[in-house]
Structure formats: C-alpha cells, structure tokens
C-alpha cells in the first residue's frame, strides 16, 4: 500500500482557502496530516462573493459550526433567490427561488397542469404556487416548515454574508484545529524535475515549505495549477461576453430584502447583496460594449445609501481551467476559473471541489484515475452551471442595446440547445449528472422568459379543467396566507440572529 499524504500546503487565504483548510482540517481529525496555509496579507482578496445558494447551510453544518454564532459574525442575512429585474424586458421581474412549484398531482410534475390552463387561455403564472417567492414578495422571512410534507417545506435558503468576516471566522476555526497560518509571499514554486510535481514553495523572507499535496487557492492567476504547471484554460467569453466587474458598499437604506437582486442594465447588470450592516453593491459588464468611465457612472447612478469605500475594479476571462487536479495539485476557487457572478455559484463550486478532494483523497501515489475522475465530475458540473447561466442571456427578449442583441443573436453550446429544444417541445426538463440547478430552476428561466411548450403530459387530461382550477386556487391561497402570517425579514433577524452593529 503506499504512503499516506502527510503534509498539505494551501497557498492563499481567501474565501477559498479557508474554506479549504476548515475542511481539511475536520478530515484530518485523528490523521497525521499537517496543514499549512500560506497567504499575503500585502496581496489582500477579491472579497466580494457574498451572495450564496443554499448548499453553504449543508457546508457550514457539516463543520460542525452554530447557524446563529456564523450569521452574527459575518452580518449575514437571509437568501430566499435572485429577483431579476429588466431582464426578459425593461420593466419585467421575476424571482428565481431555491423551490420547487406547487405538487405533484396524480404523480405528474406541477408545471404540466399550469401548461395545459395556459394553453387553454387561461392567466396563470407559476410564482403564486411557490412559498418562498410569496415570503419574498412581501419582505418575509421563515425557516421550513417541519412537516415536509406540505409545500410550506418545500424549499431551502441560503446567505448574504461579509465575505471578509466569513474567511475571518474560518480561519479562527481552522487554526483552533491545528492548521499553521503563514503570513509572507510565494516567490517561487519548485517542481520535481522527474515527474514535474511540486515539491515545495519558496517564501520572500527565505524559508521553503514542502508539501505532499498543494492546494491552489491563489485566485484568478493560478499561481501553481497555471504559472508552475501550465494546465491550461478553456476560455469561454464568447459565451459569456462580460468580462469586468465594479464593485462598492454602501450603507443600508432600508430593511435588508431576503434575497439578492440581480438588475439588467443595457450592457451588463447590476447586483444589490444586502447584509445586516450594509449593503454590497456590484456592476457586471462587457468592455467590448462599454467603457470603464461610463459602467462606473451606471453604477455609482443606480445605488441607494451613502458609499462607505471607494470603487473597486475586476477583470476576468469566463471559463474554466482544463484540469481541476495535475499531478499534485488541486485547484480550489479562482484559480480553478470563473464564471460570472449572476447565479452565486462560486462559492458552491468551491465547496463541490473541496467535497470531491475529500472523497478522493489521495496518498503519495496519486491514483491517475482518481484525478481523471474528479477531473471529469468537475468539468461536467461547471458545463452546466455555464449553460445555465447562458440562458439568461440567450432568451432575453431586450433589443435596447447591441449587447443584448449580441447575445440573443449568439450560438449556445449544444448541451444547452438540445435541453431548449426538450423543453419547448413537450415540457421536458433534462435532468444531468451533477447538475447544480434543479428543473424547477430551468422552469423558472423558462416561465420568466416566456418559452411556453407546445405540448403538455397529456395525463393530465384526465383531470377535468374547472378541477385543475379549483386545486390551483386552494393552493395559491394557503400560500399566500402561510407568508402573510410571517414574520419579516428584519423582524427574523431581530429575534434570531441580530449582529453587534460595530463587527
Ligand atoms: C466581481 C465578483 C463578484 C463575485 N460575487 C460572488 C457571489 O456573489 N457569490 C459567489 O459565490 N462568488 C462570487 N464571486 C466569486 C468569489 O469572490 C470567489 O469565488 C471567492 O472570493 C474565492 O476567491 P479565492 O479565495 O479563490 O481568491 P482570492 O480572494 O483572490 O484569494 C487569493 C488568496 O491568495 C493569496 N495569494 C495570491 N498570490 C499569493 C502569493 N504569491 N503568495 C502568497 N499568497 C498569495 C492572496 O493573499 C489571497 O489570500 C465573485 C467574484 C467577483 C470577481
């Protein structure tokens, strides 16, 4: 048998870092397995990934970390989905939330009944069938209900958090479980000259640290995965065309909403992160479409409250690296690509790499079908939170700018062609390994964009209409009941989980 891994070098102390080293770190628990973290507090983080989806509550759960203790030490609020704005047209909205719509009848997927009452003429539309968007229509917040069997269970949350405050807190848990923290400069990366794995790392004030495993959580440049071992980047901004980001915090006017807001402009979009104590503010857009000065002024026009810091700027590249593991090397966050923020599935992607580190860890042979494996589970799980996230743009309806024209006019992967056509044919929603967005999340893409199916299951034919009707009614009034009698966002907080206002 070979060599068990003793010795773990993560280079960077961002979000993904820490969130890497707190996972190893409860994995190691009884192992003899050292963890270091190197990071350069001169270098500093992106720090602005503070939207999530809900997979973060499974995250910070299985550490073993108190909900209440993580929220008041990050300012975090509640997240019930996305509410875009002007994005099928100027004007529209719709929510995106972490739910299902409605229930099954007759064992037949929900949104078949609402196709054959639209196809019929009647006026239905699908958010009123969906608690959570009822609780976010009217700045509500509450927990699952504990009987799972009513619909009032059926959905998840997630946070807004002070990305900052949370690598902060992972950290406090990490080093109390025995990870060293290195605050200096990687200067160097040494390779192996026999088989080109990384043998050590050497620091601005002279100290060289070996590893058997290296984590990199460098950021965008990929300081190991790309500068040492060359791995390579499947570039996909013909895709995804924007390519910077502005970001800036304001401070809150107003209740925090339970969820993210997401606001298309003509060359990009706009998104609103509000935390307990202030609000994130961010522009997403393509360069090739607009210029640095005029995005800062779309953004610096359409914020609400008093900015508390001055303006940040990001470049990037939409796509992915084209190994997520070489050799000894394991790419977590950043450095293992990027795609827009407009779905918050970074984070998540983060924790699906370090979960797939896990269940593959290696030893000192480092079984090539394993990496190959992780290799190609990752690959497919970004293909297809990049089809989703083209959709977006794809079916919009605007034809205001160039940009918007651009898109619709642009060729799809054929993923997610062939998943359109499903769709629209019959109502068919692909479900795929690893798929991070769940058919009621392509539903609502495809409800708010007006993509209606020519056909429905035709059992539910077998339901009389003025029936369908009356199920329909009964079930839009108890959930628009359910959410009246919640409590509101900010009342939730006050009671649950309110932060000292001076973190
Ligand atoms: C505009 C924008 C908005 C985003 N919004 C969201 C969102 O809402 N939701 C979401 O899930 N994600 C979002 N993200 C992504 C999210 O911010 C990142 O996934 C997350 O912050 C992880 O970053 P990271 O830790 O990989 O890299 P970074 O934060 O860049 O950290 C890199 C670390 O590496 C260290 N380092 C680098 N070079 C060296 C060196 N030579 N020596 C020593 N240390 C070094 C740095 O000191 C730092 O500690 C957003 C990203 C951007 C750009």
Not at 71 to 88: C, D, V
Not at 391 to 412: G, N, P
Not at 480 to 491: D, G, P, R, T
């Given at each position: 048998m070979s060599e068990p891994i003793k010795k773990v070098v993560i280079v960077g102390g961002g979000t993904a870092g820490w969130m890497t080293a707190a996972s190893l770190a409860r994995y190691a628990d009884g192992k003899e397995l050292n963890i270091t973290l190197i990071e350069s507090s001169t270098i500093g983080t992106v720090g602005v990934g503070e939207a999530t989806i809900p997979n973060i509550v499974d995250f910070n759960r299985n550490l073993g970390i108190d909900?209440?203790?993580?929220?008041?030490?990050?300012?975090?609020?509640?997240?019930?989905?996305?509410?875009?704005?002007?994005?099928?047209?100027?004007?529209?909205?719709?929510?995106?939330?972490?739910?299902?719509?409605?229930?099954?009848?007759?064992?037949?997927?929900f949104h078949h009944y609402i196709n054959k009452l639209k196809n019929s003429g009647k006026d239905v539309d699908i958010q009123d069938y969906c608690f959570p968007a009822a609780l976010a229509n009217h700045g509500k917040f509450a927990q699952p209900h504990p009987n799972p069997s009513t619909?009032?269970?059926?959905?998840?949350?997630?946070?807004?958090?002070?990305?900052?405050l949370y690598a902060n807190f992972l950290a406090d848990f990490s080093l109390k479980l025995g990870v060293r923290r290195i605050d200096a400069f990687v200067k160097q990366v040494n390779k192996d000259d026999n088989n080109g794995f990384i043998k050590s790392v050497t620091l601005d004030n002279g100290e060289i640290i070996e590893g058997d495993l290296f984590i990199d959580c460098s950021g965008f440049k990929g300081l190991l995965i790309e500068e040492a071992l060359e791995t390579g980047y499947e570039d996909w901004s013909h895709w995804l065309i924007c390519d910077k980001a502005l970001a800036v915090q304001t401070?809150?006017?107003?209740?925090?909403?339970?969820?993210?807001?997401?606001?298309?402009?003509?060359?990009?979009?706009?998104?609103?992160?509000?935390?307990?104590?202030?609000?994130?503010?961010?522009?997403i857009y393509s360069s090739k479409f607009e210029s640095d000065e005029a995005a800062e002024q779309v953004l610096l026009s359409s914020i609400e409250g008093k900015p508390i810091n001055k303006v940040r700027r990001f470049s990037f590249k939409a796509g992915r690296r084209k190994q997520v593991w070489n050799k000894n090397c394991v790419a977590v966050g950043l450095s293992s690509g990027f795609l827009e923020p407009l779905e918050s599935t970074s984070i998540s992607?983060?924790?699906?790499?370090?979960?797939?580190?896990?269940?593959?860890?290696?030893?000192?042979?480092?079984n090539q079908f394993d990496i190959d494996e992780v290799n190609r589970l990752h690959n497919s799980e970004v293909e297809h939170v990049r089809d989703f996230l083209?959709?977006?743009?794809?079916?919009?309806?605007?034809?205001?700018?160039?940009?918007?024209?651009?898109?619709?006019?642009?060729?799809?992967?054929?993923?997610?062609?062939h998943k359109m056509n499903l769709f629209e044919s019959r109502g068919h929603i692909i479900e795929r390994e690893n798929e991070s967005f769940e058919p009621a999340s392509w539903l609502t893409m495809y409800n708010a964009f007006g993509v209606t199916p020519k056909r429905y299951d035709s059992r539910v034919d077998n339901m009389p209409l003025d029936v369908i009707e009356k199920n329909l009614q009964q079930?839009?009034?108890?959930?628009?009941?359910?959410?009246?009698?919640?409590?509101?966002?900010?009342?939730?907080?006050?009671?649950?989980?309110?932060?000292?206002?001076?973190i």
């Open positions: 909900e209440v203790e993580l929220i008041k030490a990050t300012q975090a609020s509640f997240k019930l989905g996305i509410q875009f704005e002007n994005w099928a047209n100027i004007d529209s909205q719709f929510f995106h939330p972490f739910s299902d719509y409605g229930v099954k009848i007759n064992n037949i997927d619909p009032l269970a059926d959905y998840q949350y997630a946070y807004h958090f002070d990305a900052g401070e809150l006017s107003g209740e925090p909403t339970p969820y993210t807001r997401s606001i298309a402009k003509a060359n990009g979009w706009q998104w609103r992160i509000p935390l307990q104590h202030r609000m994130g503010n961010g522009y992607l983060i924790q699906s790499v370090i979960s797939k580190l896990l269940n593959f860890f290696p030893d000192k042979s480092f083209i959709l977006h743009y794809k079916l919009s309806q605007r034809t205001d700018s160039i940009f918007w024209q651009h898109c619709q006019a642009m060729e799809v992967p054929e993923t997610l062609h079930m839009k009034q108890s959930i628009e009941q359910a959410a009246l009698q919640a409590n509101s966002h900010q009342v939730f907080i006050d009671q649950h989980c309110k932060a000292q206002a001076d």
